[in-house]
């Protein structure tokens, strides 16, 4: 998974409560990214990060904000858990405009 | 706007046979195309992609794409199925020269392979 580690790997939480996922590479890669994916939709970007505390949103960023102090750190929170955000999500990483590399991924349940 | 098309959520082969998924893309300017395979519980794992240059790539585990612009397509191929190809694949487009090159998948075709 080039270097890319994702925690947790599993949640259950409930509706209502906050959740943090993070993403950690030892790549020194640029830019990172968060998917999550759904039956029948794929994966759909949330937020990206293109440096340093600079972070834009992607196609399905409602209910999701990110933050990057490190260029090594992404991390991705829900800050009231919803139903419909239970996902699985995915970390990418890239050093270019060519290909992204894919963390293992987070199962989350939102109860 | 770009978007991704892939005929066939689901495809069936029989093992030793041919492996045809179809993808079709939109976009406003010349794309950078890729095929990523998930196994189950995994993440994803480029298999080829096309930047420039020869139309015709390839990738790992015997697969080969050929970009085709006059027909919008990226078609993934591999002329033997093995029983380890089941998975599920992914085309993905992005646009250069547009900031962090942000990837848009199609929704997937998952590939079973019959012994």
């Known amino acids: 998974d080039a270097g890319i580690t994702q925690s947790p790997r599993h949640k259950v939480t409930e509706t209502g409560t906050p959740v943090t996922l993070r993403c950690h590479q030892t790549e020194n890669h640029r830019y990172m990214y968060w998917y999550r994916q759904d039956p029948g939709h794929g994966l759909r970007l949330i937020h990206y990060s293109y440096g340093v505390k600079d972070t834009d949103k992607g196609e399905v960023s409602d209910g999701y904000s990110v933050s990057r102090s490190k260029t090594e750190d992404f991390l991705l929170t829900l800050e009231s858990a919803t139903s419909s955000q239970t996902s699985v999500y995915f970390c990418a990483i890239s050093n270019s405009q060519e290909t992204q590399y894919f963390g293992p991924g987070t199962r989350l349940l939102v109860l | 706007a770009q978007s991704v098309t892939q005929l066939g959520s689901h495809v069936s082969v029989s093992e030793g046979a041919l492996v045809l998924l179809r993808c079709n893309y939109s976009s406003s300017v010349p794309p950078y195309l890729f095929w990523y395979v998930q196994y189950p519980n995994q993440g994803l794992q480029l298999l080829l992609k096309?930047?420039?240059?020869?139309?015709l790539v390839k990738g790992i585990n015997g697969f080969e794409a050929e970009f085709k612009k006059s027909e919008t397509s990226f078609h993934l191929t591999k002329p033997s199925a093995h029983m380890s190809d089941a998975a599920e694949y992914f085309c993905a487009v992005s646009l250069p020269g547009t900031g962090a090159n942000n990837l848009f998948f199609g929704t997937g075709t998952r590939l079973t392979v019959i012994p």
């Open positions: 096309y930047t420039t240059g020869a139309t």
